[in-house]
């Protein structure tokens, strides 16, 4: 991926994520650097609607780490990154992705405990609930997670 090319990174997989509820599930996606994502069913709880948050939480410390609210997807269509900001990732630390938490990530390793990274999301918003002018069905679309390490 050329955005990463030469940095000290760690791809995860759409397949390593934990998956909760009845609104996501894992599919095939050609569009999606994986070849699969997870999918949201947008219209199952308004915690997709935007603005749409994702971010990092310490499950010791009890809060946020680092937050992102996308309050407008309207000119992106297809997988676009959205960074999280920069994380210094601690001893059990999770990604969540939307208000709602049905899609998480733990991301603490003992290659990643005490290091500052870059976390950079590929996400698609598809349907007339992001983007006005689209038929269909709204859905969430989620491929890869990447750790760009900070030096």
């Known amino acids: 991926m050329e955005k990463f090319d030469g940095k000290p990174v760690l791809y995860v997989r759409p397949e390593e994520y934990s998956l909760h509820g009845n609104a996501v599930e894992l599919v095939e996606d050609v569009e999606s650097l994986s070849g699969s994502a997870v999918k949201v069913d947008s219209k199952a709880s308004h915690y997709y609607s935007l603005p749409y948050e994702m971010g990092c939480y310490d499950l010791v410390g009890g809060r946020n780490i680092a937050s992102r609210r996308l309050n407008d997807v309207f000119d992106r269509t297809g997988y676009s990154w959205y960074s999280m900001g920069h994380v210094t990732i601690k001893e059990n630390c999770e990604l969540y992705f939307s208000r709602a938490w049905t899609t998480k990530l ?38 890869l997670v990447v750790l760009e390490e900070i030096h």
């Open 106 to 143: 733990q991301i603490s390793f003992p290659e990643t405990i005490g290091k500052t990274f870059e976390v950079w999301a590929s996400l698609k918003f598809a349907g007339p609930m992001y983007h006005p002018n689209q038929n269909g069905d709204s859905n969430v679309f989620l491929g």
